[in-house]
Structures are given as structure tokens and as C-alpha cells.
């Protein structure tokens, strides 16, 4: 049987921005979504950039009107991605550095977002017997 790979945990849909937003239409948009985290795209959908709520908490302590600043002063780059067949005991190991990795095909465009929350779930699910695999090796 064929280890689960991020396709099979990752989170899809994902929110997306572009650089140019008001930071308080993006963290209005994460609290209306519940998520911590916004992947910031350009062309044909590439992140260029993330934007997490402990951006946010930062552009509060910076700035007195959130509504003049942009994501693009405050996002994350460069950003680090993950693909879609990199297989979760891989991603595990990536995401000791990261609590979010923007997933992206093979042309670089955003097909979802994987967090460590969508690897504790997929752990939870069944999914355990990876770190047992791995540990053996």
C-alpha cells in the first residue's frame, strides 16, 4: 500500500489574495474563513507570498490604520512550497520549520495549503502508522 501523500491531507480550497490588499480585508477575510493563514498569489495563481495571523498581530503593533498598509509589506517571501506527491512522513519533516506550505502542481500554480493542523488530522485519521514506518528505517 502506497504511503498517504499531501494530496491526501492537504486543504483545498485554499483562501488566496493578491499583494495589493488592505491588510484589514485580509484579516477580516481569515477570521470570517477561521484559518491562520492566506496564501498571496500573482500571475496565474503562484504564490508570491503568505500572510498568517502572526503577520497580522505584527501590522497591529506597527500601524494604527491596518486599512492603508497591504499584505505586500507584511506577507512572507520568499515562500516556501510543498507538492501535491510528496508523501506525508516527507511533509512532516518540512513542516518542522513551517506551520504552513502552499501546495503547487508542476507549473508552480496553488492547488491547496497544507498546516500542521491538516497533518495532526490526518495522524488522528489512521494516518499513524507513518512516524512508526519511518522511525524503523
Known amino acids: 500500500m502506497a504511503e498517504p501523500s499531501v494530496t491526501d491531507a492537504m486543504t483545498t480550497p485554499m483562501l488566496?489574495?493578491?499583494?495589493?490588499?488592505?491588510?484589514?480585508?485580509?484579516?477580516?477575510a481569515m477570521?470570517?474563513?477561521?484559518?491562520?493563514?492566506i496564501v498571496i498569489v500573482g500571475k496565474g495563481c503562484q504564490p508570491?507570498?503568505?500572510?498568517?495571523?502572526?503577520?497580522a498581530?505584527?501590522?497591529?503593533?506597527?500601524?494604527?490604520?491596518?486599512g492603508e498598509v497591504t499584505v505586500k509589506e507584511y506577507m512572507t517571501t520568499?515562500?516556501?512550497?510543498?507538492?501535491?506527491?510528496?508523501?506525508?512522513?516527507?511533509?512532516a519533516d518540512?513542516?518542522?520549520q513551517y506551520s504552513h506550505l502552499p501546495v503547487t502542481d508542476s507549473d508552480g500554480d496553488a492547488v491547496g495549503i497544507l498546516t500542521?493542523?491538516?497533518?495532526?488530522?490526518?495522524?488522528?485519521?489512521?494516518?499513524?502508522?507513518?512516524?512508526?514506518?519511518?522511525?524503523?528505517e
Open 48 to 55: 508570491v507570498g503568505i500572510f498568517t495571523s502572526t503577520d
Open 16 to 28: 488566496t489574495l493578491g499583494a495589493e490588499t488592505p491588510i484589514d480585508e485580509a484579516a477580516r
Open 94 to 96: 518540512r513542516m518542522q
Open 57 to 66: 498581530l505584527e501590522v497591529l503593533a506597527d500601524v494604527e490604520s491596518p
Open 31 to 37: 477570521s470570517e474563513a477561521d484559518i491562520k493563514s
Open 116 to 136: 500542521k493542523t491538516d497533518l495532526a488530522a490526518a495522524v488522528a485519521d489512521g494516518e499513524a502508522e507513518l512516524t512508526a514506518g519511518a522511525d524503523a
Open 78 to 91: 520568499p515562500v516556501e512550497t510543498i507538492s501535491p506527491e510528496t508523501t506525508l512522513t516527507a511533509a
